[in-house]
Each structure stands twice: as C-alpha cells, then as structure tokens.
C-alpha cells in the first residue's frame, strides 16, 4: 500500500495515487514487484510440499495465466524438481486467437515444462447438444460451457497425473465477481487471489526484465495483447473481440474502488470525490466525471451481487492488505445488497 493516499484531518488533500496498489518509484515498484511474486511462490510451494502433488495450471496466452504459471515453474524450481513437473495445458476453443495460442506455447516451451494442447471445441458442441444450446446463440451458456469444460479438463488430468490446479484469477476479477462459477472461478490453489490487476501487470514485466530472451519475448508480447477471456469467436480479422473493459469498464479505476472501500472503509461519496481528485491531478488518466460515476455504480453492483462466488472460493496466498477471502477478510452473506452497505 501507499503512504500518500489519504485526505488530511482538515480535509485538504495530499496528492492522491491514481494507482493506490502499485507504488511509484521504479525502485519501490520492483521491489514490490519481488516481494509479492516471492510470497506467491513461498504459499505454493509449502501447498506443494504438504500434498505432494505437481501444479497444473491452464495457460490461456493472458496475463493471470502467465503469471500463475510463472510462479508455478519457480516453486518447482525451488523444490529441486524438474521443470517438466509443472503441466501446462492450452485448451483453444472458439475465440481463442491465434496470437494467445502461440504465445501459451512458447510460453510453456521456453520454460521448459511439460505441455499439452486440448482442443475443446468438439466437447462443448457435444455438450450444447446434450442441453439444447444453440451454438449461434453467443449468451451467457455459450461463454460459460466453455469455461466449465476448461475447468473439468484440468481437475481431471490433475487427477491422471497426481497434480494440483492452480487458480490464475486475480484479486480484481474476484471483486468483480468477473469469472465462470465452477468454471475458472475454482481451482486447488489460487495464487493470484489477492494481487490486483493493475499490480499483474506490473509482476510479469518484472520477471521478463530478468528472463532469458526466449522467454521474455514472449512475456513483451502478452503484455501487449488486450485483456479478454476470449469466449466469444474473432473479428474478421482473427483478432481479440471480447474486451474485458470494454464490459466492465477499467481497471485502473476498479482497483481504486477497491482499495479505498475494503482498505479504509470509505464510503462511496468519498471515494467517488477521491477518484475524481486523483484524475485531476493526473496526466496520464483522462476519465470525465460521469465515466467514474458509471463504472463506480458497476463496481458496487457487481461487487455485491457476486459475493456467493467469494464466499465458497478456494484458498490462496495472501499477499498485502486487501483480500476478499471469506476466512479472513471480507465476511459478508451471499444475499447481502448494496442498499445494505450504505
């Protein structure tokens, strides 16, 4: 967390972090950057230890899964193991692109792990059969079955090889409630459950700066490729269509909802001035006032009416000051409103 981030006792404002989870300094950023990836891989690797098992992560080209996988070869790596005991799989199905899918092959290749390649796509047309789907019919059962199928295909090859599926959702997406229930929602271990997605990013650039070239050339590269969970098919191009974002409005501002909410309890009032404030005094960030009005009320919304997903979530790795765990941090019935809150 950041020191400079709160209203002063006379109401006057200190300058105000538009990004309050990741520091400012590049020096005070990379060292965050070691700390959190060092706790991931220390929770991962005790989780190892204790069940005896190898880590299966599902590798979707993005950046949860990349940075899921990274730690997952390091706690391996830590352990004395071989590379090759970490199973990488990529399940392409209807709106995976081309680029994600090559860059989850290199990815598990230049790491030097055990990899696989499980097309889906013929599993979930079965299964719209089975439930009367129409595979036309791009709704919330199209994008669900296959995030659901991902899932099963995973616990069942850990099952096959004595492994553990690592989750790769992050601290945001679970705020959000942004993940399938049953589907990418669950896991065997979550590693990424309490680092933002502002702060993602900012971990895996870390480690292709002190990665082989191989390796890094292709962390550049998901770095660069839009945020999506790619469930609905390509433009005309073979290019990402489904933005995350674009749904759910930025990150950048989800995660300072965030933070002043469950970190300092603040009220929406207060955190809605406080954003407003931290935009204006920002170069680089161009919200007008009624983008973080609009995206403010989508956070409360989603944030409440999601908590069932929060509530029966595995376990994780904590790694700072904010968590939505409910065995610790955040205990809230499912059926809680946001009407409740205020």
């Known amino acids: 967390d950041n020191a400079d981030n709160l209203p002063t006792s006379d109401g006057t404002l200190y300058p105000v972090s538009r990004t309050p989870f990741v520091p400012h300094g590049e020096k005070d950023r990379r060292e965050r950057c070691r700390s959190i990836f060092q706790m991931q891989v220390a929770g991962l690797k005790k989780r190892l230890e204790v069940t005896r098992c190898k880590p299966v992560v599902g590798v979707s080209g993005g950046l949860d899964s990349t940075l899921a996988l990274l730690v997952s070869a390091e ?5 004395g193991l071989p590379a090759s005991e970490t199973v990488g799989i990529t399940m392409p199905c209807f709106g995976t692109t081309g680029r994600t899918f090559r860059n989850s092959v290199k990815l598990m290749e230049a790491l030097g792990l055990t990899t696989e390649t499980i097309r889906i796509a013929d599993a979930v047309n079965t299964h719209f059969s089975d439930i009367g789907q129409d595979p036309e019919k791009h709704d919330i059962a199209y994008e669900n079955s296959q995030a659901r199928e991902r899932t099963q295909v995973l616990m069942d090859i850990a099952n096959q090889s004595g492994g553990l599926v690592i989750g790769t959702g992050d601290l945001s997406e679970l705020a959000l409630g942004w993940a399938t229930y049953n589907g990418d929602h669950m896991s065997m271990y979550a590693v990424n459950c309490s680092v933002p997605k502002t702060l993602v990013r900012y971990i895996v650039q870390y480690e292709a700066g002190s990665s082989a070239p191989a390796l890094r050339e292709v962390l550049l590269d998901i770095l660069d490729t839009p945020v999506s969970p790619e469930l609905l098919p390509a433009d005309e191009n073979g290019q990402i269509a489904q933005k995350t974002e674009d749904t759910v ?56 009416r999601q908590q069932f997903k929060r509530n029966c979530m595995p376990d994780g790795v904590k790694v700072g000051t904010v968590s939505v765990s409910p065995r610790g941090d955040l205990r809230l019935p499912s059926e809680i409103e946001f009407e409740d809150f205020l």
């Open 249 to 304: 409005g930025s990150y950048i501002l989800h995660d300072f909802f965030l933070y002043y909410t469950l970190r300092y309890g603040m009220s929406p009032e207060e955190v809605n001035e406080l954003c407003k404030e931290a935009v204006r005094q920002s170069d680089e960030y161009n919200f007008s006032d009624s983008e973080i009005d609009k995206w403010q009320k989508v956070f409360y919304t989603r944030f409440f």
């Open 75 to 79: 706690a391996v790596r830590q352990l």
